[in-house]
């Protein structure tokens, strides 16, 4: 299993784990797919990669907040979903690649 389908396979477990969403999704990020580059990714997935993480990072935070929380704070229940299903499906992908 590559460095890139570990991180996202514990990206998967912790968004399945316990508490709130929008916690389990900042976790996720921040502790599996941050440590991610695009480039050691399959062509095919860097893409959908920079588009999830731009997604993940684009409002600026308030004092005591990172990029990544402030962002996910402010997302609708939609958004929030979205943004999972793009981590399991860019896994998914991964998964294919690596067969």
């Known amino acids: 299993m590559s460095f890139e389908l570990e991180k ?7 968004l399945c784990g316990e508490g709130e969403k929008r916690e389990r999704l900042i976790d996720a990020y921040l502790f599996c797919i941050i440590h991610i580059k695009a480039e050691n ?13 731009n997604n993940l990072n684009y409002i600026e935070p308030s004092e005591g907040e990172g990029r990544v929380q402030a ?3 402010s997302m609708t229940a939609e958004e929030l979903d979205n943004c999972i299903s793009k981590i399991i499906e860019i896994h998914e992908n991964l998964i294919r690649t690596e067969v």
């Open 8 to 14: 996202f396979h514990k990206a998967i477990m912790t």
């Open 41 to 53: 990714l399959p062509k095919s997935i860097q893409q959908e990669f920079n588009k999830l993480e």
């Open 71 to 73: 962002t996910v704070n």
